[in-house]
């Protein structure tokens, strides 16, 4: 009976992948899409990053404690994680819809400005300007919205960990089977 590939380091599952920090950061992922398990074809950058817990803690005590203790202990890291085009695509179009909907608002709150100046002589200065702020509000909350939107899009989530030799590792929950098993295949187990 042949037995499917051990799992290379703790923290491994069906849907859980652990790999160091350097092997995400440099691209050394197999050509699986992390979402579907196809063929990648396409890469998206993702960058995650790890507080420990106990920072939370130093809010109370410190607001600039707190600050300094996130800036110390953070632990990130940035790469590019294997994608097929559909994917891709999806995130392409959510990213877009992201920028437009950010230039909307930022628009709208900055004609606010000259609206109100030229038409502050007469009486329609607030008919046009409150529609104006608070479009231009409605479409900076969407924007937020949108880009809570696309960074779920993936369904992956990272985290960095450092252990007791100080080699950082990323740790991907989430992940396809199939991108798994070839990630297994790959360190050889």
């Known amino acids: 009976m042949v037995s499917g590939p051990t799992l290379p380091y703790p923290g491994w599952g069906e849907n859980t992948v652990t790999v160091p920090a350097r092997y995400f950061e440099e691209g050394r992922l197999p050509g699986v899409c992390v979402v579907t398990g196809a063929p990648a074809t396409s890469n998206v950058r993702r960058h995650f990053s790890t507080t420990p817990g106990w920072v939370g803690c130093l809010f109370f005590v410190n607001f600039f404690a707190w600050l300094i203790a996130i800036v ?85 989530q990272g985290r960095v960990v450092q252990d007791g030799f100080g080699e950082r590792w990323v740790q991907l929950c989430g992940v396809h089977p199939a991108f798994s098993r070839a990630l297994a295949a790959r360190f050889g187990r």
Request: aromatic share 0%.
């Open 72 to 156: 110390a202990t953070r632990r990130s890291a940035m790469g590019d994680l294997p994608v097929c085009t559909a994917v891709a695509e999806q995130m392409r179009r959510e990213h877009v819809d992201v920028v437009r909907l950010t230039l909307v608002g930022l628009v709208a709150l900055i004609a606010i400005i000259p609206a109100a100046m030229a038409l502050s002589s007469s009486g329609v200065a607030p008919l046009v300007c409150l529609p104006l702020g608070a479009g231009g509000v409605v479409a900076l909350i969407a924007s937020a919205i949108a880009g809570h939107r696309e960074a779920t899009t993936l369904g992956i």
